[in-house]
């Protein structure tokens, strides 16, 4: 039943839209269990009704047509119970309901699973047979695991409702796509769709208006790569084995061979572009290698992988994307990287729309840093699809709308008209101070991280930079940027907010924030080898990026200099040493250079309860609440199937931050919170009742911060601050935080419209 299964599972995914798979899933298990009827009812959220979808068996003209309330029939049953329900005379039950239309009263024997996506029935798979019995334990499994498979493919082509609306483009139309709210705002455009660099399974499908210069384009990257290989062959002639020579030989008669290429070739003539071709043959191919039993040629998936990657390389170096940037683009990928958000002009960059990663996933921290829209998390949408296609983001409620009605935009076109009235009521703000009715001063700080936040940020009128994201050079290079390079860079920053204090954060890569030219490959990474951990192994990096922030420095004096992913003491003390070393080697060399005071950033629970004896080795600590709260709850906040679990407001996360804040300030160390809760007008409530006045956020976001900052007296924060310590669930905190604030008359800062 395993194989059975995982065919079925490998044609569902090859599916053209839901419809096809739907009939490939009736067809398949009919089969596969020797039944008489196969059917899928899917739940349309809108009308509240199971419809019939898919059947082999029944009257197929009943499809679309035969519909039932959730507390009608076997099927609602089903639903309601969220559990199999197995009948011998199914039309003995008391719930049995008859349509006529089906012709389905010949049929006793029943058995019915719900489909289940992400704790939501999203419907019902159904067998049925003529002969009286019950069906045995290992069929009633067979079929929970195919429900089980299926529900992810059938949740992300029906997406929670709109049955009617479905086409054949297998895409959902008018109903709207639930997804994590990433960074606010609201946003009409038309999709781009990009994918990873040499990464193969990230390749959208995509219909080529040239197919003879894709043609052209492929071949050339085969004669391109054919060559590559025979340079490296004679390159190691004699200095390898003759078994590991014959690797290359593999590899030239795979490109030599008429079946690859030819094949490829074949799907480009019928109108893919070359990069889809290629990625749909290499699927092909590892498939039939991974699936033989012989070992070696088991393992020769991974020749033909590495070939995949080659020729798409080659053809993304040869061709480059050359497609226009129109004006109102929403960018659209499985996972966008800060350089293809980089690429794209600030000025037509409207919104962003991820298939993976959650509200606080590093796409959406730069979102939110850049002031665009962005939904995250969409889940296993056919993006290739996309491209061109009208769009709606709306990043408050977490919704995509893909080619709307007039009339959802019209409500859309309006709510942009109000997002930018309140924006030019929040600049008024500017010059003002952040300072509540009742006389708190609270400073509010900029998290940045590209050249384009430094003027965003003096514009909205911060206090400094409370967390300078030193990567981003790191990551838009095809390379390590040498010292003086870094010097520049972290230079022009200083420059800009001088004599304000900036705080330069050393090289926090790893995680969701991967380098193309050093790919770190690990099964958990958020546990892995990241922050602090990498350049601590790597000292010539380290110290590197180290002498260029102490030579920025020179005749400033604003440098602040902070540690991330700080778990033990060793490492504050490492780092500590190689920053003398670089201070040293720099006076040395004749530099005017001094010690910065120095910081790190409390991101692990185990610094939770090493926080005294930190704060004797450092001189300001500031919170990271993302890492903070990912590892509280243990939750992958880039993991869309647990992405709603993470909230900075969870209670646990609130009592952590109270017994953070008190042990700090017993010690009299400045703290401040760097974490996207801060930027949060929910969450900047709460850290100023605890006691933290030093907030940093997206430039974005501050002049929304200083507003409810404005609005709620100091004591008001802290009453509400005594209820949320005392309430068991993150969504009873939010219920009465956003109570207060639409109270306060600040409900258009966490929704839509004002």
């Keep these: 039943m395993l194989d059975t299964l995982h065919r079925i599972v490998q044609e569902v995914n090859a599916a053209r839209g839901l419809k096809h798979a739907l009939g490939i899933i009736v067809r398949r298990v009919a089969e596969a269990m020797n039944v008489d009827v196969c059917s899928v009812y899917l739940l349309d959220q809108e009308a509240g009704e199971y419809v019939l979808m898919a059947t082999l068996g029944l009257n197929p003209d009943a499809v679309g047509k035969v519909r039932l309330q959730p507390h009608e029939g076997l099927v609602g049953l089903v639903g309601e119970r969220a559990e199999p329900i197995n009948l011998d005379n199914a039309d003995q039950h008391p719930r049995f309901r008859y349509f006529p239309e089906t012709g389905e009263e010949r049929f006793h024997a029943f058995l019915g699973v719900p489909i289940i996506h992400f704790r939501q029935v999203l419907g019902v798979l159904v067998v ?102 025979r340079r490296l062959a004679d390159s190691l002639a004699g200095a390898i084995p003759a078994e590991e020579q014959l690797l290359f030989d593999t590899y030239l008669r795979l490109l030599d061979g008429s079946s690859l290429v030819g094949e490829t070739l074949n799907l480009i003539r019928q109108g893919n572009w070359a990069p889809g071709a290629l990625r749909q043959t290499i699927d092909k191919y590892i498939r039939a290698f991974t699936e033989m039993e012989d070992p070696y040629l088991s393992e020769r998936a991974s020749d033909i992988r590495d070939i995949g990657r080659r020729l798409l390389m080659r053809l993304q170096k040869d061709s480059g994307d050359q497609r226009e940037i129109p004006p109102n683009t929403i960018l659209v990928g499985y996972e966008i990287s800060a350089s293809q958000l980089v690429e794209i002009p600030r000025d037509r960059l409207v919104g962003i729309m991820s298939v993976r990663g959650s509200g606080n996933s590093h796409v959406a921290i730069l979102a939110r840093a850049m002031g665009v829209p962005a939904v995250m998390g969409v889940g296993k949408l056919p993006i290739g699809r996309l491209e061109g296609k009208q769009l709606i983001v709306d990043g408050y409620a977490g919704r995509v709308y893909i080619q709307p009605s007039p009339a959802i935009r019209q409500e859309y076109r309006r709510l942009i008209r109000e997002e930018a009235a ?92 991967p380098l193309p030219y050093f790919p770190i490959t690990e099964e958990n990474p958020f546990l892995g080898w990241r922050g602090i951990r990498l350049t601590l192994d790597h000292p010539e990096i380290f110290l590197t990026q ?70 004797r080795r450092v001189d300001f600590v500031s919170v990271g609440t993302n890492d903070l709260t990912q590892y509280l709850l243990a939750v992958d906040r880039n993991n869309p199937r647990v992405g709603k679990l993470y909230d900075d407001l969870h209670p646990a996360v609130l009592r952590a931050l109270a017994m953070l804040i008190r042990t700090v300030q017993g010690q009299g160390k400045p703290i ?33 911060v200083k507003r409810v900052v404005r609005s709620v007296p100091y004591r008001q924060m802290q009453e509400l601050l005594a209820q949320a310590l005392t309430m068991q669930t993150p969504a009873q905190v939010r219920a009465l935080m956003n109570a207060a604030l639409e109270e306060a008359g600040l409900g258009s800062l966490v929704r839509a419209g004002l």
């Excluded at 195919?146 to 997406?159: P, V």
């Excluded at 509540?436 to 514009?459: C, F, I, Q």
């Excluded at 920053?579 to 004749?590: F, K, V």
């Design 128 to 229: 049925q047979q003529q002969a009286a019995r019950q069906f045995d334990d290992d069929e009633v499994a067979f079929l929970m695991t195919m429900a089980a498979q299926l529900s992810g493919a059938i949740a992300h082509s029906e997406l929670s409702g709109g049955i009617d609306g479905l086409r054949d483009d297998g895409l959902p139309h008018n109903s709207g796509l639930q997804a994590i709210p990433g960074a606010p705002g609201v946003a009409i455009g038309r999709a781009l769709v990009v994918y990873a660099s040499a990464d193969l399974n990230a390749v959208p499908d995509r219909r080529s208006d040239d197919p003879e210069q894709e043609e052209a384009a492929f071949l050339a990257a085969v004669q391109a790569v054919r060559e590559e290989v």
């Design 422 to 513: 309140l924006t030019a009521e929040l600049r008024r703000l500017r010059d003002l101070p952040a300072v509540t009715p009742d006389g708190v001063r609270v400073r509010l700080y900029a998290n940045t991280g590209l050249v384009a936040d430094l003027n965003s940020s003096r514009e909205v009128g911060c206090d400094g930079v409370g967390l300078h994201r030193t990567e981003f050079p790191f990551m838009i290079r095809d390379r390590f940027p040498g010292e003086e390079e870094q010097a520049t860079i972290y230079r022009q920053v200083l420059q800009a907010f001088a004599p304000l204090p900036v705080v330069l954060r050393t090289l926090d890569i790893g995680g969701d924030k």
């Design 546 to 615: 180290l002498r260029g922030m102490l030579r920025a420095d020179i005749g400033l004096g604003n440098l602040r200099v902070m540690f991330p992913m700080i778990s033990n003491l060793d490492e504050v003390e490492q780092a500590m040493a190689l920053l003398q070393r670089a201070r040293d080697e720099l006076q040395d060399e004749g530099m005017p250079v001094t010690m910065p005071p120095v910081g790190v950033m409390i991101e692990v629970p185990a610094a939770l309860f090493q926080l005294e004896d930190l704060l």
């Design 672 to 704: 401040s919170v760097c974490g996207s809760m801060a930027g949060d007008p929910a969450g900047a409530l709460l850290l100023i009742a605890l006691g933290v006045n030093d907030l940093s956020m997206s430039a974005a976001s501050i002049l929304r």
